[in-house]
Each structure stands twice: as C-alpha cells, then as structure tokens.
C-alpha cells in the first residue's frame, strides 16, 4: 500500500516521478573464444530468430529522498516467446510467476488443477505448472533507498 501511495503522490520534488524504469533487452549469444565457451550479449538486436534466447533486465531506481518498500514490479512474458529461467545475479526481489496473464501471482512452483480420465472416471488432480508456462513475472522489492538502483530479470527465448 505505501508503493501504491508514493506512485500516486505528487509531493516528489520537481514532478519527477518516483520510480523510473528502464528494460533493456539482449540477445544472449554463446560464443568460443580461445577454446571456451562463453555468452555475448548484444543490446536491442535488429532482429531475433525463433531459438535465439534474449535477456530481459528492467533497472528499477528510486527517485525519491527517502527509502520506499514493498514495490511490486511486473513484467510480462512477450508472446512470442517462452520464459526460460530469472537472469542469475539479480536476484535482490521476491519474485513471483503468472499464468493467467498478471490476473494473479505466486512464488514458484505453480499448481494447477487439471482433469484426467482415470478408470473411465474424471479426476481432478494438482500439477506442478512448468516454467515455460509462465506469461508474467513480478517481483517485491523489500527496500528500495533513496536515489538507489536495482537491476531485475529474465530469460526467454523466441519460439
């Protein structure tokens, strides 16, 4: 409720707003240099192609003067893609998944009930929602101080 607050406030100085954000998408690119494998990353590519796996990082920065908290952030799955994995080393957030499209949210693993035959009976039974599954991701950021920056992400790849 307090993020919620400070969005809609307009006692920040200047008009500026309270948080801004910044997504920046890479395509991830392995690459042998010297006999080993390692990833390049190439910002805001001209063009993807189904395969190619494209990082996704939205920097999120809090323009106040003081610490907010509790600030949801989203972000949806493009649909042309399939979500893979969180981008590793940013993981400052609690992060939950969707998959009903950013309706509702929760942290991993998702259930679902699905309905099978069994017996020539229909059954009712919870699964386990594979992260491909996934169409939006939200993280919570605890504490965000003020004039500080946090980096947030996925990947995807392009179907």
């Known amino acids: 409720m307090l993020a919620l607050a400070l ?19 890479s395509l991830v690119k392995s690459v042998t240099l010297n006999g080993k494998v390692t ?3 190439v910002a805001n590519p001209a063009s993807v192609f189904p395969g190619d796996v494209i990082s996704q990082v939205i920097t999120v920065k809090n323009n106040t003067g003081r610490a907010i908290q509790n600030v949801p952030v989203k972000l949806p799955v493009p649909r042309s893609t399939v979500y893979l994995a ?7 957030a609690r992060t939950e ?3 009903d499209g950013g309706k509702t949210f929760a942290a991993a693993p998702l259930m679902k009930a699905v309905t099978v ?5 229909a059954v009712t039974r919870m699964v386990e929602v594979k992260p491909s599954e996934y169409n939006a991701v939200r993280w919570i950021v605890n504490e965000l101080p003020a004039g500080q920056s946090l980096k947030l992400g996925y990947r995807v790849q392009v179907k």
Do not use: R, W
């Not at 035959?117 to 009976?121: D, H, I, M, R, V």
């Open 117 to 121: 035959t069994e017996n020539g009976k």
């Open 39 to 41: 990833e390049q990353t």
């Open 7 to 25: 969005l809609s406030s307009g006692a920040f100085a200047q008009g500026a707003e309270p948080l801004s954000l910044n997504l920046m998408m």
């Open 97 to 99: 998944y969707s998959i």
């Open 86 to 92: 969180a981008e590793q080393g940013l993981n400052a």
